[in-house]
């Protein structure tokens, strides 16, 4: 419009029909406000004082009128209504199909992470023309991810998973803000999303794919910190060696032999709790069973489960809830089930006591937490990862 940024580029599925909501409740608005106005100053004209003009029998009712003005407008605002929920709807129902990018929001940063173990800071790479899923939480205050040209502003919570989706339409890049004030350098927290069209995207993805190495774009100041890191193993395979170190194996077993429920396909059932209340196994669910295991006990089996709170970060939650999606939904075979006895490398030699599975889990948990809880044990264990990714 004359080359003025009125409004932000649209560039999403929805950010179309939003804009012609916003349109349409501009233009009702006009409708009211431009003939209420405009007899405003035509009657503070016609009956100034001294106007010589005919002041007798002013009617004071006039029930169709009355009728009239209420009916049109009800009618007017309940299909706005109709048409504004009809959009949200969509808006906050996520898509059973497309791709999960996970998002932690800090101060004051944004740190994006793929299922394939891709991780970047402050840019988010995404395919045109594909639904993207992202699960949101953050590591401090409540922030809020605000992309204009896709039309979605959501807010980033502690302590909580939140989940927003889009699908962009056209390739380019757009501006990512921060719309929640987090502190001082709040209006610093920007990034960007570089859509791309699904070659670029494929290429971007073989460029960054497991250990080619490290990060491949960095520019440190603060508030435009962008990397990629590369990765070493999918984020269900970090969540795997998580779920080793922290000792969860001991109690929860693929064959149901431990002292908890086997994990495999929980994810995305209903589970029966003690209380009688039946909840969906969501990303909430399992990451709320690892931090406070007592709020929330499946039927059956005793409240024995230890709480992570102090020693997990949201990064290994994040891994966890991933290995636990990736055990299936109990009809699918578990693609990485780790077997207790073999395979899954120790970090730092710790003692090679997985086989004896009846041990005191407690004791397995604090050792191994220290280690396996810190932010970076995806890259503890390997040394390519630890250096390529600084
Ligand atoms: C001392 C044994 C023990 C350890 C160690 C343990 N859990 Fe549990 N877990 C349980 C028990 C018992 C339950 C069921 C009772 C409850 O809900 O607290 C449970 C429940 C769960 C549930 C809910 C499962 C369902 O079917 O709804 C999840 C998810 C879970 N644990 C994940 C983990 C993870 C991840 C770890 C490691 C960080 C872990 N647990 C460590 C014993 C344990
Ligand atoms: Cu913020």
New binding site residues.
């Given amino acids: 419009m004359l080359g003025l940024p009125i409004m932000p580029d649209s560039a999403s599925t929805l950010s179309g029909s939003v804009d012609t909501l916003f349109l349409v409740l501009v233009l009702l608005a006009l409708l009211f406000a431009v003939p209420v106005a405009g007899l405003i100053i035509y009657f503070a004209v016609k009956y100034r004082r001294g106007a010589a003009v005919n002041r007798s029998n002013a009617p004071i009712e006039n029930f169709k009128l009355e009728v009239t003005w209420m009916v049109i407008p009800l009618i007017l605002s309940m299909g706005v209504f109709g048409w504004g929920a009809r959009l949200y709807f969509d808006m906050f129902t996520t898509p059973k199909d497309g791709m999960d990018i996970y998002v932690l929001g800090r101060q004051w940063m944004w740190e994006f992470k793929y299922p394939t173990g891709q991780r970047e800071l402050n840019v988010l790479h995404v395919p045109v023309g594909r639904n993207v899923r992202l699960t949101l939480i953050s590591e401090d205050v409540i922030h809020s991810f605000y992309v204009p040209a896709f039309r979605i502003k959501h807010d980033v919570l502690p302590g909580r998973y939140t989940t927003a989706w889009f699908q962009a339409t056209k390739p380019g890049t757009y501006h990512l803000f921060c719309a929640e004030y987090c502190g001082t350098e709040h209006s610093g927290m920007l990034g960007s999303v570089i859509v791309l069209e699904q070659k670029d995207y494929q290429a971007w993805l073989d460029q960054n794919r497991m250990n080619t190495g490290g990060v491949i774009a960095e520019n440190t100041s603060p508030g435009t910190q962008t990397a990629v890191t590369a990765p070493t193993q999918t984020m269900a395979q970090a969540g795997a060696q998580?779920?080793q170190h922290?000792?969860?194996y001991?109690?929860?077993r693929p064959d149901g032999k431990?002292?908890?429920?086997?994990?495999v396909g929980?994810y995305g059932k209903p589970?029966q709790?003690?209380n009688q209340q039946v909840v969906l196994?969501d990303t909430n669910?399992?990451r709320d069973?690892?931090i406070d295991?007592?709020a929330?006990?499946?039927a059956d089996?005793?409240?024995?489960?230890?709480t992570?709170a102090e020693q997990?970060s949201e990064d290994d939650l994040l891994k966890?809830v991933e290995y636990?999606k990736s055990l299936g939904s109990g009809t699918e075979a578990p693609p990485e089930m780790i077997n207790p006895t073999g395979g899954m490398p120790q970090p730092g030699g710790s003692s090679g006591n997985q086989g004896s599975g009846a041990q005191d889990?407690?004791a397995?948990?604090s050792t191994n937490g220290d280690s396996g809880g810190s932010d970076s044990s995806g890259n503890g264990n390997s040394g390519t990862q630890g250096s390529g990714g600084q």
């Fill in positions: 998580t779920f922290l000792g969860c001991v109690c929860h431990g002292a908890g429920p086997s994990l929980v589970v709790l003690a196994a669910y399992i069973s690892i295991p007592n929330q006990i499946v089996y005793p409240p024995i489960m230890p992570y997990i966890l636990i889990s407690g397995q948990g």
